[in-house]
Structures are given as structure tokens and as C-alpha cells.
């Protein structure tokens, strides 16, 4: 038995796996030899990347994060194509920019809700259930370990700027649950981490205009530039691979600390 989790034919649910960081997530998982099954919202996204990686590789489900029978039904369609879950990569998320009072009046509370419930309670929704199965299985290597879970926060969940309350809130969440959740899978062998990435070149960033994207760039201590999504799916699987990274909260943002505005 290996002494760490081998990605080589590991199974791997990958949210947000259609675009951006979770894309390239995907693809490294998958160049690896691991199988992924991408969750996603994005059919033509989602499919496009099985053709990319092959069928036999890849599977796409359409799940809503935030909606338990879709998560459910999601992570049915990945033990129907692949037999168990080793590793989940909690990518999917989505943005916002509202100040706590505004000109228009204070934050709008369904804005408030729809942000923590996709980037907070959407991944501790898809964690639980690939935890169940995880926990199913017999340990893969000589730790005893089962499988891993990766979610994505942001420097925001330490230096949010102005008009990102909602967003600060929801990334802070997804840190202070790792210790937690690391603490309460610490007994069937699944290790919990959370990625904590800057200013990352992904779509995000396509309405952005190339002397803003400079400004930013020139912001970050070293080096000067956004980041790349690989990068990001780098270190998750370097995390994946390293049995004694367990609740840890690792920022990859070049040194940046984010100012008020």
C-alpha cells in the first residue's frame, strides 16, 4: 500500500469544474490519472470538458450546490460512473459587490443569501455527502486515509474590501469550518483543506478592462501579476498528495494584502 493518496485511478467530484479554477483543477486531476466528475450548472461547459478528457475520465452532472436532492443526485451519478468518491474540490462560488448601506439603500438581504448560500452552505452541502462515501471505503494507504476534501476561500475571508460584506462572510465561513470539519472526519481518515487563493486570472476577470487588470497586477508583492488557475490546482494537488497537510488554510495570492478599496 502507498504511503500517500496516489491520484492515479482515484476518483475525484470536482464543483465548479466546467471554468476557472475548478477547470483546472480538473484537468490536473485528470492528467494525473484520476476520474473526475465535474459539478456544474454550465451543460455546454460541463460536456465540452468530457469530450477534452474523454468519456472514460470525465462524467459532468448539472448540480445546483445549493439544493440537497441535486447535490444528491449528483453524487449517485458519480458512484454510478466510478464506483466511490476519494477526493472533493469545492471550486464553485460566485461574486459580489453591495456596500452594507448604499446609495440605493442598505445591502438587499436576498443578495446577502444567495452569496452565502452557494460559496458557504453550497460547499459544506457537496463535503458531507462525498464524506459519507468516502467513508465507505477501505483505506487507501498506509495512514489509514480514505480521501481528501479541498475547498476554495479567498483573501477576502481576511482583508475584505468595501462592498464585499456578503462575500467576506462567505469565504470567512468556508475558513473557520475547516478546523471543525478536519476535527470531525479526523476518525474515518479524511483530511479537510482549504485553499485560499488572491487575484486569479479567471473569468471573473474577463469585463475587467487591461489597465485596471495591470493596477491590480502591480498590487500583488511578488510577483507582479494575477495569478493562474493552474497554479491554484497545483498546490491542490500537491495537497492531495501530501497526507500530512490536514486543516490547514493556505493563502496563494504573491503576498498580497488586499487595501479598503
Not at 456544474?40 to 477534452?52: F, H
Not at 450546490?65 to 462560488?93: L, M, P, R
Amino acid at each position: 500500500m502507498s504511503k500517500h493518496i496516489d491520484i492515479n485511478g482515484k476518483v475525484a467530484v470536482v464543483t465548479g469544474g466546467a471554468s476557472g479554477i475548478g477547470q483546472a483543477v480538473t484537468r490536473r486531476i485528470a492528467a494525473a490519472g484520476g476520474k473526475v466528475v465535474i459539478f456544474d450548472l454550465n451543460e455546454d461547459a460541463g460536456q465540452a470538458m468530457v469530450a477534452e478528457l474523454g468519456a472514460d475520465n470525465c462524467v459532468f452532472a448539472k448540480v445546483n450546490v445549493v439544493d440537497e436532492d441535486s447535490a444528491k443526485a449528483g453524487i449517485e451519478a458519480a458512484v454510478s460512473a466510478f464506483g466511490t468518491i476519494h477526493i472533493n474540490v469545492n471550486c464553485a462560488g460566485i461574486g459580489n459587490a453591495a456596500k452594507t448601506l448604499g446609495r440605493d439603500g442598505p445591502f438587499p438581504m436576498d443578495v446577502w443569501s444567495k452569496v452565502i448560500a452557494v460559496n458557504l452552505t453550497g460547499t459544506f452541502n457537496v463535503l458531507r455527502l462525498c464524506a459519507e462515501v468516502m467513508a465507505k471505503h477501505d483505506p487507501v494507504n498506509d495512514d489509514g486515509s480514505r480521501g481528501v476534501i479541498i475547498n476554495t476561500a479567498s483573501v477576502a475571508a481576511y482583508e475584505g474590501q468595501m462592498g464585499q460584506a456578503a462575500y467576506s462572510a462567505s469565504k470567512g465561513g468556508i475558513v473557520g469550518m475547516t478546523l471543525p470539519i478536519a476535527r470531525d472526519l479526523s476518525t474515518v481518515g479524511i483530511r479537510v483543506n482549504t485553499i485560499v487563493p488572491g487575484l486569479i486570472n479567471t473569468p471573473l476577470f474577463n469585463g475587467l478592462t487591461p489597465e485596471f487588470v495591470e493596477s491590480l497586477s502591480q498590487s500583488v508583492l511578488y510577483p507582479k501579476r494575477l495569478g493562474r488557475p493552474e497554479e491554484i490546482a497545483q498546490l491542490a494537488t500537491s495537497i492531495i498528495d501530501n497526507d500530512y497537510i490536514n486543516g490547514e488554510c493556505i493563502r496563494m495570492d504573491g503576498g498580497i494584502r488586499m487595501q479598503p478599496r
